[in-house]
Structure formats: C-alpha cells, structure tokens
C-alpha cells in the first residue's frame, strides 16, 4: 500500500451527533468491517478539539503527521479529514492515531475489504457492502452538500448544478469514462428511491443491456461465449463509471485476463519458441493492428466477449493456422 495523496480534497462542516459523539476518531468511509470496489477516499472525524494532527497507517505503512490544527483548514473543514488512499487487494487494517502537539492522545482502528471486481461473492461474508448515502451519514454531509436534490438537479450535465458532481467528479476524471457518468446523468441508472438511496434497481447485464442491446444481439448469435459474458457479469471485467483502460476495464487488458486464466501466463502458451519460451503475450506492437500503436495483448488473438469457434479466435475460424496467418503471413 502506499498513498498517492495526502492532501486533503473535499470539503465538510462540523455537525455533532449522538452517534459520533462517544468516539474520539469516527470512521465516515469506508465504514468499519465494509467492502468497496474503488481505492478512492479515507473520511474520518475527529471529535476530541485537542487533536492537531492525524497519522495515517494502512497494512503497517505510516504516513507523516498531518497537521490539522491552522485556521485555514479548520475553516475550511472544521473537524473532518479527506484522504486519498490506494488499497491494497484484500483486508486493509487502517490505524488512525490523533496528535496533539508531538504526543499521541488517541487511537482508533478498523478494518475493510477491497475487492477491484466489485464482486461480492469473493468477499468474506464478515464484510457488508459499503454505503454512503443513509440518514446517518448524510446528516454529516448536508451542511455543505445538498443531499435530497429533486429529479430535475440529478438530470442536469451542467457540473456547477449537479449535486453528484461535488463529490463523486473523480469518477469522470478518467481516461475511459462511460457515456453517462461523462454527462453525470446518474439517475439513467441509479434510483432516487431506491433502498438503500440510489441503489441500483438492477445490476451487470441486466442494466447494460437497456443501452447496450446490439451486444446483447450481438452475444444470442455466438455459439460460444467467454464464462462472465454468458453469465451477464459485466462488471467483473468493466467498471460502470469509468477507468484508465481502454473499454472501462478494470485493469490492463493482460492483467485482467491472468487474474482468472493464471495458468496461461505461468507456462508455455500455443507453441514452444526455439528459446524455450512460449507465444509471446506483451511487450511488441500488435502485428495483426499495424500502425495502431497498439500493444500485442490477449485480445489480438481473443475476443474476450466470444465467438462462433472454441477459444473464441479473432478469425472466427476453427483452423488455428488461419489465426496464425493473421501475424505470420508466409
């Protein structure tokens, strides 16, 4: 684990609550024994006024001392602290310990679950998803963020308007971003009164589909399909937002392949080369996209969706010389 910032990037007032009152240090998101898909935030309040600055430790890494205590930041964000971290896959156990002058006064720890598929069935049942918006939690919010906004706001493409932009913008701030998280018409797939609050109606391919009907065709035609396409897991290899990769995935093409197909990176794939070394997976220009600029990757050989041939070739041939030729024409 390391931090990629450690500046502080949001802004939120103080508003004292029962429920946050009794802990010295309250966990906001992600909440303690949750799970999220998104190495995003790290929100924590601080109710002891003696603290002056935060320490941050995730798997055992530590930050510096954050100083909390000038009147510029207390102004701007009273008593919360906004961290940007990166997670590593898995259990993160998170120590945040409260600084008064150079003497450690409190202490307060917990453990969360980051899993990049968004898969729930491979987090440990001890694990809840996590949520943001809920009665609790949106009364720390709502002070400086409008946290019941009408259909009309949630409709609006304008980010001065929309009140998800103020929070959730990061999500458009990538390289790949999905049509609608690039308009922030949220509400084209999360429901205003859903339970809990703008939860999903459906999910993967039974919502991609409404937009996405020429690859669900597409998919009926093949007589083959990859496993997760057959089973309408979208969202195990595509993030819905927004990603560096291209296609919104999750990670590089190679690294998301390998994460299920291990086996095929470990050993010796298609053929035995003269060095001892099998089929080349990376690291050249794609030869069947010349000029592309693109990198040699499974998919140069694979449709990653399917095909009419097992395998799911790009030739959409049983003959393996045929997908050869597309490379080694001789």
């Known amino acids: 684990m390391f931090w990629k910032s450690l500046a502080t990037i949001a802004a939120f007032s103080l508003l004292l609550t029962a429920s946050v009152a009794d802990a010295a240090i309250t966990f906001f998101y992600p909440a303690a024994k949750s ?5 995003d935030y790290l929100i924590f309040k601080l109710n002891n006024p003696e603290i002056t600055g935060v320490r941050i430790t995730v798997n055992g890494v530590a930050s510096e001392i954050m100083l ?11 008593d919360f602290v906004v961290m940007q971290p990166v997670w590593d896959p898995g259990r993160n156990d998170i120590v945040v310990d409260g600084y008064s002058g150079e003497k450690k006064i409190e202490t307060a720890a917990i453990d969360i679950y980051y899993d990049l598929k968004g898969d729930p069935a491979t987090v440990p049942a001890e694990y809840h998803p996590n949520s943001v918006h809920t009665p609790e939690t949106e009364k720390l919010c709502s002070a400086c963020h409008n946290m019941t906004p009408t259909p009309a706001q949630l409709d609006s493409s304008d980010d001065r308007k929309n009140p998800c932009y103020a929070c959730h913008k990061k999500m458009a701030n990538q390289n790949y971003v999905h049509g609608p998280v690039g308009t922030f018409s949220c509400a084209d797939c999360h429901n205003l ?9 459906k999910r993967d391919a039974a919502l991609c589909d409404d937009c996405h009907a020429d690859k669900a065709a597409e998919f009926k ?24 990769y291209p296609a919104q995935l999750r990670q590089p093409i190679n690294t998301l392949c390998l994460s299920c197909h291990e086996s095929i990176g470990a050993g010796i794939h298609v053929v035995r080369t003269s060095d001892g070394t099998g089929h080349p997976l990376k690291g050249r220009p794609d030869p ?20 009419d041939v097992r395998y799911f070739f790009q030739t959409n041939q049983e003959d393996r010389m045929q997908l050869c030729q597309m490379c080694h024409n001789k």
């Open 221 to 244: 035609k093949r007589k083959y399909l990859h496993g997760p396409v057959e089973a309408g897991m979208c969202e195990i290899c595509h993030d819905a937002h927004g990603s560096s």
């Open 288 to 307: 069947s996209k010349p000029g592309s600029g693109r990198e040699l990757s499974c998919v140069s050989c694979h449709n990653p969706h399917g095909g």
């Open 35 to 39: 799970w999220v898909k998104r190495s």
């Open 193 to 201: 009164q859903g339970k809990p609050k703008y939860a999903l109606p």
């Open 68 to 78: 909390i205590d000038s009147p510029e930041y207390r102004k701007a964000f009273q």
